[in-house]
């Protein structure tokens, strides 16, 4: 058996197995996360957490699943921040260099702070990102970004108040639609699709109840634990 240690979950004190991830600690505490828990693997991005630890005073981050409490541990998880998201039609896009400038121009309000490279609990290098995708440099955009998860933390700390993490995604889309050979299996199951293939499971999954949903739901393969 493990040692307990404490941890402060949302300013309530809890006592857990010391080793245990956040995620793990949490949920050993008796919640269930309905939000903020996706793959657990490190790779949805869902579970985007803030927490002190005691004699620093410095805010810290990362990611549920994948950081292990600490004595004393003052955490909250972040399932979800606010995020300007713009619509775009890839396929009416005539110049893809210079979209994302039509689409975020707030990017150029950048002060080269820093702070969402620092935040970033996948260590990737967000403001030079921005910087890239100022030049309209979508190669650069896409390769520095493959890694993000999508979890909202550089938004959350940005002093020009811009998404990083959308701006990326939308300079990796635009490099793969322009830039990349189209793989032969997605135009298979775009065909399966229209043909019907998964016609008649859809129409099952639409008419099942809710409870009979969430036990699916719960008792689905997950690849990633
Ligand atoms: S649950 Fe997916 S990254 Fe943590």
């Known amino acids: 058996m493990a040692d307990l240690i404490p941890i402060y979950y949302l300013g309530k004190?809890?006592?857990?197995?010391?080793?245990?991830?956040?995620?793990?600690?949490?949920?050993?505490?008796?919640h269930r996360l309905v939000r903020g828990c996706g793959c657990?693997?490190?790779?949805?991005?869902?579970?985007?957490?803030?927490?002190?630890?005691?004699g620093n005073h410095q805010i810290k981050v990362g990611l549920a699943c994948q950081t292990r409490v600490e004595n004393g541990m003052d955490i909250a998880i972040l399932p979800y921040y606010p995020a300007q998201k713009v619509l775009y039609n890839l396929s009416a896009v005539k110049d893809p260099s210079q979209e994302l400038q039509k689409l975020y121009p707030e990017m150029y309000r950048c002060l080269g702070c820093s702070a969402c490279t620092k935040i970033c609990p996948q260590d990737l290098p967000?403001?030079?990102i921005i910087a890239e995708a100022q030049r309209?440099?979508?190669?650069?955009?896409?390769?520095?970004?493959?890694?993000?998860?999508?979890?909202?933390?550089?938004?959350?700390?940005?002093?020009?108040?811009?998404?990083?993490?959308?701006?990326?995604?939308?300079?990796?889309?635009?490099?793969?639609?322009?830039?990349?050979?189209?793989?032969?299996?997605?135009?298979?199951?775009?065909?399966?699709?229209?043909?019907?293939?998964?016609?008649?499971?859809?129409?099952?999954?639409?008419?099942?109840?809710?409870?009979?949903?969430q036990k699916l739901y719960a008792e689905r393969d997950?690849?990633?634990?």
């Open 40 to 54: 657990r693997g490190g790779f949805c991005g869902a579970c985007a957490t803030v927490f002190r630890v005691p």
């Open 13 to 30: 004190k809890y006592m857990v197995p010391e080793g245990v991830t956040i995620m793990g600690a949490v949920e050993y505490s008796g």
């Open 136 to 213: 309209g440099n979508l190669p650069a955009v896409a390769e520095l970004s493959f890694d993000c998860v999508m979890c909202g933390l550089c938004a959350s700390r940005c002093l020009a108040q811009m998404v990083p993490y959308n701006i990326a995604m939308v300079a990796r889309r635009l490099y793969a639609h322009f830039n990349l050979p189209r793989p032969g299996y997605v135009g298979a199951r775009i065909r399966e699709i229209e043909q019907g293939v998964y016609d008649q499971k859809i129409d099952d999954l639409l008419d099942k109840g809710q409870e009979e949903l």
């Open 222 to 225: 997950i690849e990633c634990i």
């Open 126 to 128: 967000v403001m030079d």
